[in-house]
């Protein structure tokens, strides 16, 4: 064990992740990493298959967000936005505003997606106080959804297993059925796509009047297991939600910024949401960034003399941070520059050729896309969709066998997931791909040991 090691091992918590498993086994040093590949203290190297964690979009060392970065350094790091503005954040602003859906015209700034939510909740809340309409005070969120790990984001949250400790702390949402086809007894995808529409119109027609507003994670719910919505779902709950005089939240924390390849999830259905949340890789992977996008209708709603206290009373110490926009300016530029998002499509089909291989093997149950996001399930009993027991922790064994091939990819729960980089190439998705097919292969029917260490959920 090296000394870095042994002072992780000794000083620092790790998140989702269980420490006593993780003291007792060997662990991965990252020492540095360049464009889509890690380098630890052992002179390994290993593909980011996740992008450390969904934020990498560029790669890393990135020469123009490193520049960014350096120039604003070089100004400030950071001054307050309580009582002052600044040139990042106000240019950032516009940036994303142009990017973003129809109508979402101001940036309210925090630091990670878990705030972005919170914010867009209490705005919603606060909204309709406003509004003369004190009823609404109750939110609709989906069966298996994540949000982030404050207690208002776990409240709208429904991954049981890393929210249920917490219920005695939560407010108490309205919950609607998953929109995830494959784990749904239905056989049509589009009578699934009806059932889940009509679970909502029924909850709306009853109880629209106390409903200040639902949150979705448009097209994916990612760490339920990368759980794809249906077509016409989205748009579905776009047309009830302004039927039923609903705001809707879009946490796009997961799906922004080009991962399922449009620039925001929304565009796919042409929806534009009251309130947007963005975070993960609004700074390219650099920095902790999050911002809340609303409406004018929203902002307006809280204007007036500071006798009216209309004021949203929300902020923290880090908002509108100089070097975290910096970075975000960068990166929205490398999009434009680079034509990122047109440059998808042909990756998009690579990835797409590379699943018919990996769908076909006997424990993996489904192995869903959507743009530049994979999740592979995998499976005890493929015909019967039995699971594996929770406890052998296969996708987290997968993983590692895949480490120790020299690619990094998290599973949740037993869904592998797949998030490279946007920058990766078509060779390089299939080295990764390939690696991971291997992985499943000798693990699940080749019954292969793999070493252990970094288990865990998430």
């Not at 922004?256 to 042409?270: D, I, K, N, P, Q």
Request: net charge negative.
């Amino acid at each position: 064990m090296n000394t870095i090691e042994a002072k992780d091992k000794q000083y620092i918590w790790h998140p989702f992740t269980q420490m006593q498993e993780w003291v007792e086994s060997p662990q991965t040093v990252i020492t540095s990493a360049k464009g889509i590949t890690l380098y630890d203290t052992e002179g390994k190297t290993y593909y980011d298959g996740v992008s450390s964690l969904w934020v990498n979009i560029h790669g890393h060392q990135r020469p123009e967000i490193n520049q960014a970065i350096i120039e604003q350094l070089g100004k400030t790091a950071h001054t307050t936005a309580l009582g002052l503005a600044n040139i990042p954040a106000s240019i950032l602003a516009e940036m994303l505003v142009e990017a973003a859906p129809d109508g979402l015209k101001k940036v309210f700034y925090s630091d990670d997606g878990a705030t972005a939510v919170e914010v867009a909740l209490k705005m919603a809340f606060q909204y309709w106080q406003h509004r003369g309409k004190r009823e609404k005070t109750r939110f609709i969120a989906l069966d298996n959804a994540y949000h982030g790990d404050t207690i208002g984001s776990v409240s709208v949250g429904g991954v049981d297993l890393f929210h249920r400790i917490f219920q005695p702390l939560l407010f108490e949402p309205y919950h609607i059925p998953s929109p995830s086809f494959y784990h749904s007894s239905m056989k049509n995808e589009a009578e699934f796509t009806e059932y889940c529409l009509n679970a909502l119109e029924t909850l709306l027609k009853e109880h629209h009047k106390e409903i200040a507003g639902l949150i979705i994670e448009p097209l994916v719910q990612a760490a339920a297991g990368m759980l794809m919505s249906p077509k016409g779902y989205l748009s579905g709950v776009r047309r009830l939600t302004k039927e039923y005089d609903v705001l809707l939240i879009a946490d796009e924390v997961a799906t922004g910024f080009g991962r399922t390849g449009r620039m925001f999830a929304c565009e796919h259905e042409e929806v534009s949401p009251d309130l947007m949340c963005v975070s993960k890789g609004i700074t390219g992977g650099y920095l902790p960034l999050a911002a809340t996008l609303a409406t004018d209708e929203i902002y307006n709603a809280f204007l007036g003399t500071m006798a009216e206290k209309k004021t949203f009373y929300h902020g923290h110490s880090y908002t509108a941070n100089q070097l975290g926009c910096a970075a975000g300016i960068a990166s929205l530029g490398i999009f434009a520059k680079d034509r990122v998002i047109e440059g998808l499509k042909t990756k998009i089909a690579c990835i797409d050729e590379m699943l018919q291989g990996i769908k076909s093997l006997p424990h993996v149950g489904d192995a869903r896309q959507c743009g530049m996001i994979v999740g592979i399930e995998l499976i005890l009993d493929k015909d019967k969709k039995i699971p594996y027991d929770w406890t052998q922790t296969m996708g987290a064994i997968v993983c590692m066998k895949a480490r120790e091939q020299g690619l990094f990819i998290r599973p949740v729960g037993d869904v592998i997931v797949f998030m490279p980089p946007l920058c990766s190439t078509e060779a390089e998705i299939k080295i990764m791909l390939d690696i991971t097919k291997r992985a499943i292969i000798e693990i699940t029917e080749l019954g292969q040991s793999a070493a252990s260490g970094g288990g865990a959920h998430f």
